[in-house]
């Protein structure tokens, strides 16, 4: 299971953080990634980490604004989003892939959202200007 929390409305250059708590399996041997989406859109990565050695990926459009972290002690990931603007105004979702024997890695291919297994309610955020 994976529940979502933390959207709301921000003005430009606000910050919010966003909470991904995970039960059902293994939280410290998973890929866990945020995704974005608008309408009409395809569901877009933001940002992943390895809960198994603390790694982590973000596309460039995010870097140096946007944190993902986890406390194994919570099962519980964070996306901390600084300096908002307004097109980081989406639906975000949380999703995770256990990594097993899978061999995975965060990086680019993660940010694929067919990979993952397990998905959030979403939550929205929407970045006035």
């Known amino acids: 299971q994976v529940v979502q929390s933390g959207g709301e409305l921000v003005q430009a250059g606000g910050s919010l953080r966003l909470s991904c708590a995970v039960s059902?399996?293994?939280?410290?041997?998973?890929?866990i990634g945020w995704f974005r989406q608008v309408p009409g859109a395809a569901r877009e990565g933001v940002s992943c980490i390895s809960t198994r050695d603390g790694s982590t990926y973000s596309v460039d459009s995010v870097k140096g604004r946007f944190i993902i972290s986890s406390d194994v002690a919570k099962n519980t990931v964070y996306l901390q989003m600084d300096s908002l603007k307004p097109e980081d105004t989406a639906d975000y979702y949380c999703?995770?892939?256990?990594?097993?024997?899978?061999?995975?890695?965060?990086?680019?291919?993660?940010?694929?959202?067919?990979?993952?297994?397990?998905w959030g309610q979403g939550t929205q955020v929407i970045v006035s200007s």
């Open positions: 999703a995770s892939k256990p990594i097993l024997d899978l061999g995975i890695e965060v990086g680019e291919r993660m940010m694929s959202a067919p990979l993952y297994d397990y």
């Open positions: 059902g399996f293994t939280f410290d041997d998973a890929i």
